[in-house]
């Protein structure tokens, strides 16, 4: 069997590529539908805004329902501390998503236009609040969250849901908020033509300048303001069952989050990626150039996740009130066995997954047009 | 220590959540076969008719399948916001399934839903009928993987508790895969499924055979409801779940309790058809009983006993002593005593960790319990008797009368004299809710029996909750509440529109409504 420790990495390799599977795909659902009561101006417009992503959106979900499946199994205590301490915020996202399947389904079934009026300011709370929420989930990991654990690993958690909203954190939100939305936009633009097409371009490039604006801005708040890095103090043996409460951590108020750039230099090709990928989409939509657009909003999904991911390694959940309780993909994680067991299981299914995942969408590409919509009314959403 | 009240507001939470999700989930499960049939006929036949019949069944399906997939969300979110403890004791085996769920089957069943809705005109025949039946193995698929994590709690197999990590932690994967309370789950519950496909497809049918209108399309959906509800309702109730209530003690204790057997009876023990448990005095009143039955059903034999909850409640006071050494044990290996004695003696009574820690409830230490803590205890071991006896009945009840429905329905199938029948339609109309009854009770039997364990003999439930407070989940319940009563009206209004509607939702012009508009105009005109 692999070792215990690489299985770890192997494992913050897979929740990475889940939680970018779901950002590249159920991102553009959700950026789509936070901008489609703005660049949709007639039923028409954004029945097919709707319609471009209507036989995607499910399966694209489950990127995310999988996502959080694998944190449940791979980091147990990172999935127990997080969800019950965000208790609120998560319920928020779950609220907000929960208008989706309905809205989807529902909307187009009856003619009324306050009933389809309302669905769609639905569909963009459910698009835009999780992608915001994640946004502001991620900007309390680097702030650190008010935990501690028992010596049972009992978690308590002290903090509130408006404590989440500082300023640092709504920055981070409008990152994610803008990253999703300008994907979504950019995969209009692939898959819409005329008016819907044009407001889509143009609302993909202020997005994209958004997103740009505040990725630096984070960026720069690590290094110029006071957020403490965690590490490690004394090095433990990665390869070992670990309890959580059996380390030793220090913090480091001077831009210590940044440190993994300057021991592995490799790490910076994830901030210079988003970067290059937000300046792409501000060129390529101006030009309403879809693919280019859509390859940018892509890469600046990659390069911010892969930033925020490898800023924070090897911690997962840094605790505020504790430091050593703090949550790391050494001593959060699963068992040996079930670590590996997981990883047959991931190598069997992502590649078959990847395979009719592509050939759904090879079977249904194309531009909806308006006039696709009215031919089709009764069997489209 | 968590509150009592956060404990209780957190179970009525879950408990809401799933039995509101399980309305969704077993016509999903049973429609999606139906679909897959209909879809089959219309292949091998080429007669449109079943084409019709597969996309408005199908209509019916997707205003189901989007309340499903919005439900399923809160309970996957659910253990980390309210079960935290559990997350983290259980996380470690109770996480894989739900993992390989989202890998195995939820992508498939998601992915090929899509095209099954928007595909007609993409695919080829074969290739939409593929899909069809693959949205129909995935979501099966998905009540496997789901089914192997409650059969987990309800029987624990596969798994060691591990006092470095402080949890549970998986040592066979293959126990916990072919645990037999899980499979015999998962075809109790599946089979549920289809039989719920099928009273729905019937009722409605029979609806507008009473309405003398689209009888072609109706007689059509009738037979294949009746024929597929009959084969499934005889697998639900040969292949029900009682085989598995010999294994484990937790499933002992549920099934002397939901057959109200408070001492054990020579075997083979009678069955108590009806009566009224008194669970303060541990007898039942009113009892009437017929011998035998029970003893047969229940072990599968004429000599085999079925214990009795007042010998099991003295096997488990016995058995929270000796959790009261493992759990002083536990505290000198978490001090860091490791003396080859201590871990030796250790690994003989962790079994009984489990029974240690419902002390919990009453004394945070579990080693200073006193005497009325461990009779307290003891007591607790023992599920609701009364809801447990009479939730049992509900499901059976039920299941018995959609047999009879199912066996008169495939017997007018084969006379092809359903249409003369009022009575029989009426029948199958008013029975529309029985699946639902039979489900909802099951569930109640199955997970209401499992108390006080959130994982049988091992977490008990009062440990499992999160570290929130009662005000936070007295908000969430209110907010679900709302909310999903607000979309459960909405659901059934599209619901009721669209089945009244019939296949002139379709726009195909060959339905009723339609013809009946056509004709209007024609004689305007």
Redesign the interface.
Known sequence: MIEYELLKIIWWVLVGVLLIGFALTDGFDMGSMALMPFVGKTDSERRAAINTIAPHWDGNQVWFITAGGALFAAWPMVYAVAFSGMYWALLLVLFALFLRPVGFDYRSKLENTQWRNSWDWGLCIGGAVPALVFGVAFGNLFLGVPFTLDETLRSQYTGSFFALLNPFALICGLVSLSMLSAHGGAWLMLRTDGDLHNRSAKATQIMAIVFLVCFLAAGAWLFFGNISGYSYAVAVDTNAALNPLAKDVVTNANHGWLNNYSTYPITMAAPIAAILGALLVIISAAKHKAAASFTGTSLMIVGAILTAGFSLFPFLLPSSIDPTSSLTMWDAVSSHKTLGVMTVAACIFVPIILIYTSWSYYKMWGVITNKHIEENSHSLY | MISESVVDLSRFQFAMTAMYHFLFVPLTLGLAFILAIMETTYVISGKEIYKDMTKFWGKLF??N???G??T???M??Q????W??Y??YV??????P???????A???E??????F????D??SKVQHLGVTWLVAIGSNMSALWILIANGWMQNPVGAAF?Y????M???D?GALIFNPVAQVKFVHTVSAGYVTGAIFVLAISSYYLLKKRDLPFARRSFAIAAIFGLASTLSVILLGDESGYELGDVQKTKLAAIEAEWHTEPAPAAFTLFGIPNQAEMRTDYAIKIPYVMGIIATRSTDKQVTGLHDLMKEHEVRIRNGMVAYSELEKL?AGDRSPELLASFEQNQKDLGYGLLLKKYTPNVVDATEAHIQAATKDTIPNVAALFFSFRAMVASGFLMLLLFILATWAVAKRNAENKPWLLKFALFALPLPWIAAQTGWYVAEGGRQPWSIGEILPTHLSA???SAG?VW??II?LAA?YTV?LI??MY?MIK?ARLGPS???TGKYHFEKLAANTKEAQS
């Open positions: 997707g205003i399948f989007a309340l997939v919005t399923g969300l809160t996957e979110f253990f980390g916001t309210n935290a403890y997350s983290h996380g470690d085996i109770f996480g894989a739900l993992a390989i769920e989202g890998l195995m939820f992508f498939l998601s992915t090929f839903i899509g095209l809705f928007f595909g007609w993409r695919l591990n470095e990590t402080m949890r932690e998986l040592v994967f978490r999160s570290s929130v936070d908000g969430s907010a909310f979309l909405i659901e599209l669209f939702s379709l726009h």
